[in-house]
């Protein structure tokens, strides 16, 4: 990236089909998402990469950590993967802040996919919204959370042990809590034990730079093909950015599916349902396989 910071990205699945390039939500990394790019892999070109400080890529540091570097990075990788491998149809399906940015990304700069799917994107509603103080307040108690969140661990068995006693985590499918363990910690050999490769302080800081409002009034600007894929807003331990979809499903004229009994990482949750929303959504745009 421009200010030195190093996105590795990789390449998976079926290099004849279309490309879907992949990323992930604040503090998680994509190798923890495999129960559901592990559908697409016969099929589609699979590209993922991490956001920076995330994942497989170096640590990079609090400067410039932020949704607006996400935002730059996401643009840099856009403009070298042709380069790299070829023109052809592009996919994004993106999750949380990566989704957000995505769209940020669209509003300010232009459309740069043959289809994009979003999952469960954290967006605060515009101004007068009445979801509004109720998003923004859901932000600053997870930037809250994340600076008092443990973050050394004497393996990767210890934060899944973790994860699957989170009142959200529970519906992951059997292995994800210790597959997002792994992608998310490294060893510290100096203190004998693993520590957050994201970490919490930075976390921290993209949950509370996440309050961009202006976005949410734009996206009727996006021309698409855009789909929203949702967590369900139903269950009583709904985080709010489920709500949030919901209501733009409601306010705008992009595809929305609720994936039913899921929470906000609905794609290790109910990974097939989630891919079956992609698959149709592209079929119904003429994107085939």
């Known amino acids: 990236m421009d200010d030195g910071a190093v ?3 990789r390449q998976h699945g079926n290099a004849k089909g279309p490309r879907v390039v992949m990323s992930h939500g604040n503090g998680f990394a994509m190798d923890g998402y495999y129960p559901m790019w592990r559908l697409l892999e016969e099929r589609y070109e699979v590209v993922l990469f991490d956001l920076r400080s995330h994942g497989h890529n170096p640590f990079h540091g609090p400067h410039g950590h932020s949704i607006s570097a996400f935002v730059d990075d996401i643009d840099r990788v856009l403009d070298e993967l042709p380069k790299r491998w070829g023109q052809k149809t592009t996919i994004g399906a993106f ?3 990566s989704a957000v940015s995505n769209l940020d990304l669209a509003v300010t700069r232009g459309w740069r996919w043959d289809a994009l799917v979003v999952f469960d994107p954290p967006l605060a509603p515009g101004d007068g919204h009445p979801f509004q103080a109720a998003a923004l307040d859901g932000e600053e108690r997870l ?3 994340a600076l008092r969140r443990p973050d050394r661990f004497q393996g990767p068995e210890e934060l899944a042990d973790m994860l699957s006693g989170a009142k959200t985590h529970y519906r992951w499918v059997p292995g994800a ?3 997002m363990a792994r992608a998310v910690l ?6 004998d034990d693993w520590m957050l490769r994201c970490p919490r302080r930075m976390e921290s800081a993209i949950y509370a730079c996440n309050m961009d409002t202006t976005v949410w009034p734009r996206l009727g600007e ?3 093909p855009l789909k929203f894929v949702g967590a369900d ?3 009583d331990d709904h985080l709010w950015p489920s709500v949030a979809n919901r209501a733009i499903g409601e306010a705008f004229d992009h595809a929305y599916e609720c994936i039913p009994d899921t929470n906000h990482l609905l794609q290790v949750e109910h990974p097939d349902l989630c891919f079956a929303a992609m698959e149709s959504f592209l079929a119904e745009n003429g994107i085939n396989a």
Request: net charge negative; no cysteine.
């Open 186 to 191: 490294r060893p510290d050999e100096a203190a």
């Open 233 to 235: 807003p139903e269950p």
């Open 95 to 97: 999750h949380s802040v």
């Open 143 to 145: 930037a809250s959370w």
């Open 7 to 9: 996105i590795r990205v």
């Open 222 to 224: 996006i021309p698409g």
């Open 177 to 179: 809590h210790l597959g």
